[in-house]
């Protein structure tokens, strides 16, 4: 993605007049991510001023984004009183009190001489009345989308002291055709459904695709030549490269967080699995794991230091536990006790918390723990649920989720209160997402 900076030209530049009023420590509106439950914050959007229907398509992609985070409750613009004609000029601000909007944004969208497209932005805080951040932004015709979700960012960031997770992508499994004769293919889409398009055709299959921690680059497993093959694709100019062809069956690849090792399980003639890591430069292996067991779905913490894994070395037929270990396999733990049985761990970006599938009384859960197993909390719970991936800012998880009955899975997200499940569209049945981080 870096050939789409040059064109966006993030020279958020706090330009002359935009970031002249700031607002102080003691703004009235700010959220706190940290409270269990957090009331949704009303906020008003204005339709950005343009000579075309390209500012509204900007606003509406803004509190779009904000309003699915469960942390904003984007006000109906039938209930505004203010018609914002100047987006430079401070607004009325007690026209916007009576509508109880504690924030609200402003903004105005025009083309440059190059064919550029200019989009700017100003964040009020009503009740204290002054501006709290301006930003402008520059990019071409085909990025707007990218501007929106990058303003989105800038406003969920300045209201709740966290980075934003819109300017992000989402890599997963496309599912089409009958149950008994599924289709499934890569496919890639922004985070909230739009801009969807494949990675391979559909003729072999391809399954666990993740994303590279610093570049646009995923790794996936396929079956072209008849046993799983783990593969590097990058995804902007379609190169592809095999990562190593391993005696024995592949299962679950992901990336170290410097993006230097792939980590997985590899299944041996004993017919047990083990954890290893290949080094992507040296081309290198080593084995982490020699447990009598099956030891799989390995993910590493943000740090790099330590690896969780599920294993099923605790005994108990299909009862598989959650572990961590150091990255160079030491100190193997058992951090799971509950009743189930647990897979696909997966550690936050943020390193508090580990997000994994639990199966137990006929259904499928999504939950999280810490990262010593304490403090298990469910969040969600269904006939099929699987694969839980983080938002990078490590308060949002996807998944994919089935109904009893159903023909098959889709995407759904869901914050860490549990509380704001929804599905995300894609065009067939979906599983096994991968989220990227941030876009550069």
């Known amino acids: 993605m870096k050939h789409l900076l040059k064109t966006i030209l993030l020279a958020i530049a706090f330009a002359t007049g935009l970031a002249g009023a700031t607002v102080p420590a003691w703004a009235l509106v700010e959220i706190d991510v940290n409270k269990g439950n957090v009331a949704p914050l009303p906020i008003a959007i204005t339709d950005f001023l343009s000579g075309d229907a390209m500012g509204k398509q900007i606003s509406d992609i803004v509190s779009a984004d904000l309003q699915r985070s469960g942390l904003f409750a984007p006000i109906d613009h039938s209930a505004f009183i203010e018609k914002v004609s100047n987006p430079d000029a401070a607004p009325r601000f007690e026209d916007w009190k009576v509508i109880n909007a504690q924030a609200l944004v402003t903004g105005r969208v025009t083309q440059e001489v190059d064919g550029r497209v200019k989009a700017e932005f100003r964040l009020w805080d009503v009740f204290a009345g002054q501006q709290l951040v301006g930003q402008q932004y520059f990019a071409n015709k085909g990025n707007v989308r990218r501007v929106a979700h990058i303003i989105a960012d800038a406003i969920y960031e300045r209201l709740t002291g966290e980075k934003g997770y819109f300017d992000t992508r989402i890599v997963y499994i496309d599912e089409s055709g009958p149950k008994n004769n599924r289709v499934k293919r890569l496919a890639i889409m922004d985070q909230d459904g739009a801009n969807q398009r494949y990675l391979s055709s559909g003729k072999a299959l391809a399954i666990t695709p993740r994303f590279s921690p610093n ?18 694709l990058q995804i902007e100019t379609g190169q592809r490269e095999l990562v190593g062809n391993f005696p024995g069956m592949t299962f679950a690849p992901r990336f170290s967080p410097d993006g230097q090792k792939v980590i997985m399980s590899l299944l041996r003639d004993d017919g047990n699995s083990n954890i290893f890591t290949l080094d ?4 290198n ?27 099923d070395r605790g005994g108990g037929t299909g009862h598989s536990q959650i572990y961590v270990m150091g990255a160079d396999g030491s100190n193997q733990h058992r951090i799971s006790f509950g009743n189930g049985s647990y897979s696909t761990p997966v550690w936050s970006p943020r390193g508090d918390l580990i997000a994994f599938t639990k199966q137990t009384g006929g259904e499928f859960q999504i939950g999280v723990m810490r990262a010593d197993g304490s403090g298990e909390r469910i969040l969600s719970s269904a006939f099929q649920e699987e694969g839980p991936t983080w938002a990078p800012n490590g308060r949002v998880l996807m998944f994919f989720s089935a109904a009893a009955g159903a023909a098959g899975p889709k995407l759904h997200t869901i914050d860490l209160t549990g509380r704001n499940e929804q ?18």
């Open 215 to 232: 570049r646009q680059e995923i790794t996936y497993m396929s079956y072209e030549s008849g046993q799983p093959r783990v593969y590097l």
């Open 423 to 440: 599905e995300v569209p894609t065009p067939n049945f979906a599983s096994d997402p991968a989220w990227s981080p941030l876009l550069e």
């Open 285 to 311: 292996t080593t084995r982490l794991t020699t447990a009598d067991a099956i030891d799989t779905s390995p993910s590493y913490s943000p740090d790099g230091t330590q690896i969780t894994f599920t294993s």
């Open 280 to 283: 992507l430069r040296s081309r």
